[in-house]
């Protein structure tokens, strides 16, 4: 079965840190970019960050930009997503997906189409 799976989420205080795994099963995830993207109550999903298939070219929301960073460890199949200094407004359901275009602004061309997600909750 084709699928990506997130992991990591939880619940961590402001300020606190959480790296967020993206694992695909089923396929190889090396050929393609992969952007992590998130939906907070109420609110539509938004763009977070994307990283191309080589990792030399990546895209990061202003909201998270010099807090976040995505990874890529091909050999393990797996994206990743380190969050530190998070803030109450990033609690959200966080996805992954693939059909994402890194030189367009981490734009998502896909079917609509996603996981269960994981869910970050930052809170006091």
């Known amino acids: 079965q084709v699928q990506l799976v997130e992991s990591g989420g939880g619940l961590v205080q402001p300020g606190g840190s959480l790296r967020l795994s993206c694992a695909a099963s089923?396929?190889?995830?090396?050929?393609?970019?992969i952007g992590w993207f998130r939906q907070a109550p109420g609110k539509e999903r938004e763009r977070v960050s994307c990283?191309?298939?080589?990792?030399?070219?990546?895209y990061y929301a202003d909201s998270v930009k010099g807090r976040f960073t995505i990874s890529r460890d091909n050999a393990k199949n797996t994206v990743y997503l380190q969050m530190n200094s998070l803030k109450p407004e990033d609690t959200a359901v966080y996805y992954c997906?693939?059909?994402?275009?890194?030189?367009?602004?981490?734009?998502?061309?896909?079917?609509?189409?996603w996981g269960k997600g994981t869910l970050v909750t930052v809170s006091s």
């Open positions: 990283i191309n298939s080589s990792g030399g070219s990546t």
């Open positions: 089923g396929f190889t995830l090396e050929n393609y970019a």
């Open positions: 997906a693939t059909d994402v275009s890194v030189v367009a602004g981490c734009v998502y061309y896909g079917m609509d189409s």
